[in-house]
């Protein structure tokens, strides 16, 4: 099993002896979650399964679940919504986010269990390992890695691996 650790101070990510620069969200880390604040939440998370699109990537390989992203898949942010911070088919009639994304920073994405079990309303959504912008710019929550780097972490993670954000 391979557990990943967050830095948030040094916007670093470690993972069995590896350690990589990430981006986090514009909001800093924090306990306190909340839709919208740009914050990447803190505390210990499992990883849920990783997705990609197979139109520009290689199927990556993983002891996750792992699917293939479609133009339809959207994953729904509107706390008012029975579908908050849960995968939506596109198009969705609540607020949402476009999976298949045209700037290549969900080409290969992992999911964050954090606040899906269930969900609660307005604590934030859609938290996600993915590829970072170009110079690392900010995220809206997510955390983000150089392509390379989050690839050769998709292959170490396990069923029972978390990430541990602090």
Known sequence: MSDLFVDGATRQLMC????????????????SKAEGDGATPM???????????????ERPTSELPIAEIKPTDGWCDDPNSPDYNTAVTLPHP???????????????????????????????????????????????GCIAL?????????TQLTPQSKIRIG
């Open 146 to 154: 150089a392509p390379q780097d989050l690839m050769d972490i998709v």
């Open 94 to 140: 609540a607020r949402h986010e476009q999976l298949w994304r045209a700037d290549r920073l969900y080409d290969l994405l992992v999911v964050i269990g954090y606040n899906d079990a269930p969900p609660v309303k307005g604590l934030g959504s859609a938290i996600f390992l993915h590829i970072a912008a170009v110079g690392y710019a900010p995220t809206e």
């Open 16 to 31: 069995d002896g590896f350690v990589t620069r990430c981006a986090l969200g514009y909001g800093g880390v924090t306990y």
């Open 43 to 57: 505390g210990i998370f499992p990883l849920r399964r990783i997705l990609y699109r197979a139109d520009r990537i």
